[in-house]
């Protein structure tokens, strides 16, 4: 069953429910605060945001782009406002202006400065940019939607946390067109039995 999309200021339920994030409660009522899709059980109500900029987590794998250079480090971009100090010492190798990496957010800081561990540099591949609240379904159940691209798409793929995903691949093309299938239809129920479909009949 398609999960609801709801704007900011919906109904969602006359329920007296737990509140789960991007919703509010007026006049006993429980409202939506942005454009998304409805998660409900009998007991908890939440909205998941189809958009929006990642908010890092403890433990999250994030890809970071490395936009600038100082003597002691890097700075990088990891689609959100503000950006990661990166320092060499946390490095076996130099970076330069447009290296990947991915790495685990080992703590945030009280002024929101985030401090990364197992840091991995990436070879030179692509970059698909996507909302980050659509990375499950690129993954999958078990890994289920990322075993499928690699497999038709003979693919080396890393999704981060923050929306991006590197990849290297024998057809970009149908990768990427894969890809964009997921993100904009990421609501829609047996996503992966379609884009199995999908795949099986590009690459006959």
């Given at each position: 069953?398609?999960?609801?999309?709801?704007?900011?200021?919906?109904?969602?339920?006359?329920?007296?429910?737990?509140?789960?994030?991007?919703?509010?409660?007026?006049?006993?009522?429980?409202?939506?605060?942005?454009?998304?899709?409805?998660?409900?059980?009998?007991e908890y109500i939440s909205v998941i945001a189809m958009n929006?900029?990642?908010?890092?987590?403890?433990?999250?794998?994030?890809?970071?782009?490395?936009?600038?250079?100082?003597?002691?480090?890097?700075?990088?971009?990891?689609?959100?406002?503000?950006?990661?100090?990166?320092?060499?010492?946390?490095?076996?190798?130099?970076?330069?202006?447009?290296?990947?990496?991915?790495?685990?957010?080992?703590?945030?800081?009280?002024?929101?400065?985030?401090?990364?561990?197992?840091?991995?540099?990436?070879?030179?591949?692509?970059?698909?940019?996507?909302?980050?609240?659509?990375?499950?379904?690129?993954?999958?159940?078990?890994?289920?939607?990322?075993?499928?691209?690699?497999?038709?798409?003979?693919?080396?793929?890393?999704?981060?946390?923050?929306?991006?995903?590197?990849?290297?691949?024998?057809?970009?093309?149908l990768l990427e067109k894969a890809m964009n299938l997921v993100?904009?239809?990421?609501?829609?129920?047996?996503?992966?039995?379609?884009?199995?479909?999908?795949?099986?009949?590009?690459?006959?």
């Amino acid at each position: 069953m398609d999960k609801k999309i709801v704007i900011p200021g919906d109904l969602l339920t006359l329920e007296k429910k737990k509140l789960g994030q991007n919703t509010y409660i007026e006049n006993e009522k429980i409202y939506s605060s942005v454009i998304g899709l409805v998660t409900e059980n009998p007991e908890y109500i939440s909205v998941i945001a189809m958009n929006g900029p990642y908010l890092p987590i403890v433990g999250d794998g994030i890809l970071g782009i490395v936009k600038s250079e100082i003597v002691n480090g890097y700075f990088l971009d990891y689609n959100s406002p503000g950006e990661i100090y990166l320092p060499k010492s946390n490095l076996s190798k130099e970076l330069r202006i447009g290296s990947v990496i991915f790495a685990r957010i080992r703590n945030i800081t009280e002024s929101d400065s985030i401090e990364l561990e197992n840091v991995n540099v990436l070879p030179q591949g692509c970059i698909f940019d996507t909302s980050p609240v659509k990375v499950p379904r690129l993954i999958g159940k078990n890994d289920s939607m990322l075993n499928l691209f690699k497999q038709y798409t003979e693919s080396s793929i890393v999704v981060g946390k923050n929306g991006w995903v590197w990849y290297i691949s024998k057809k970009p093309q149908l990768l990427e067109k894969a890809m964009n299938l997921v993100a904009n239809n990421s609501q829609k129920s047996n996503l992966t039995n379609t884009i199995k479909e999908y795949l099986e009949k590009n690459t006959k």
